[in-house]
């Protein structure tokens, strides 16, 4: 494979963690590439389901350096904007973001890590892995599911009601996604709720914003050897974005508790009550997707890889970035991402001038 070149830094995913990435490159004066997966600008954001949209408003959904413009008419911006908004962003900064692009494995090769992608390969001084979790999605092991004869798919596939009108559909997941598309469906479709534990609403007041500052202060509290605050969790589990708030109003969300089995026509409880579905949605979740950093021997619990912050602890020239709560407080979110970003940029600098 030929060699596409040496770089202080690679960064592996274009979506908003490593634009975030980007950005706080370049203040700090590295030379970098960003390699995206993807076709087009917009990371995961380009794929979701049709009525998603953010939790906060468009100002408290920024990347470092840019504000996001508000959506005509609409208090919370849908994906759509959210595209338009990164799109722009990686064109204002004159981001160098390499794709399609996929990186197919990192490994280490003396004083640098050789990223290996499907079209060259590149010599870099330190990497950046910010692919985020879409492309990982998790679907739980529930006896019976080769079994069941109707439509299964995750959050990832689902893209609107009108695919199931009139369908009996099944949504599993008592977080945001589950609640979301429950609500998508509620009027088209005989929706059936299905969650672990009673759905838990954050206050109809709380957005987006108070959950950054939640995480932001477990983290202080966790850092600085004081009592675990629980952070988003203490807080519940749902933001009630306006169209879960409605079908929630209207009494359409009554979620039912988990079944236990899939049976070829619908689902089984555990009091051996049935009902039949057309489909089945999982809402069930994500795990990070980090099978390109596998030759790198840090595989953690849960396929997280142990780190301080955003460095892998057993590898220093590595950085996490955008997976969650455990590579930075808030870090999955626009809003979030850019204090871990700006330390993992700083701390990088610090290391290669070490050098």
């Known amino acids: 494979m030929s060699s596409a070149g040496t770089v202080d830094v690679v960064v592996v995913g274009g979506g908003q963690a490593g634009l975030a990435a980007g950005y706080h490159l370049r203040r700090a004066g590295l030379s970098f590439v960003i390699l995206d997966a993807q076709k087009t600008p917009g990371g995961a954001w380009q794929h979701t389901w049709d009525s998603l949209c953010l939790f906060s408003p468009a100002a408290y959904s ?10 005509q008419g609409e208090a919370y911006p ?17 981001l160098p973001v390499h794709r399609p692009v ?8 003396g004083p640098f890590l050789r990223v290996e992608t499907d079209t060259a390969t590149w010599r870099a001084r330190a990497v950046i892995s910010a692919t985020g979790t879409w492309s990982r999605p998790f679907i739980p092991a529930v006896a019976g599911r080769t079994e069941f004869t109707g439509t299964q798919l995750h959050t990832v596939e689902y893209q609107c009601p009108t695919d199931f009108a009139g369908q009996k559909v099944i949504v599993v997941g008592g977080g945001n996604s589950g609640a979301q598309i429950a609500a998508d469906l509620a009027h088209d479709a005989d929706l059936t709720w299905v969650t672990l534990r009673e759905p838990r609403y ?10 950054f500052d939640a995480a932001t202060a477990r983290r202080r509290a966790l850092d600085e050897g004081r009592t675990d605050t629980g952070g988003v969790a203490s807080l519940g589990d749902i933001v009630a974005v306006p169209p ?15 079944f236990t089995r899939l049976t070829q026509t619908g689902v089984q409880w555990a009091d051996g009550t049935r009902t039949d579905a057309d489909a089945v949605i999982w809402c069930t ?10 030759p790198l021997g840090l595989r953690g619990p849960r396929g997280h890889l142990p780190t301080t912050g955003t460095q892998a602890l057993g590898e220093p020239r590595l950085h ?4 969650g709560d455990w590579t930075g407080p808030a870090s999955a979110t626009l809003i979030g991402v850019g204090r871990p970003a700006r330390e993992a940029a700083r701390q990088i600098a610090g290391l290669l001038g070490a050098v």
Do not use: N, W
């Open 244 to 258: 879960v708030r409605a079908a929630r109003d209207a009494g359409l969300l009554k979620a039912q508790p988990m």
């Open 320 to 323: 996490l970035l955008g997976y």
């Open 102 to 109: 996929r990186v197919e494995a990192v490994h280490r090769d």
């Open 285 to 294: 979740g994500f795990r990070p997707a980090l099978s390109h950093l596998a």
């Open 78 to 94: 849908d994906a759509a904007h959210v595209v338009d908004y990164l799109t722009e962003y990686e064109q204002r900064y004159e």
């Open 202 to 211: 954050l206050a109809d007041d709380i957005d987006g914003r108070a959950l």
């Open 62 to 71: 920024s990347l470092p350096g840019r504000l996001m413009p508000p959506q």
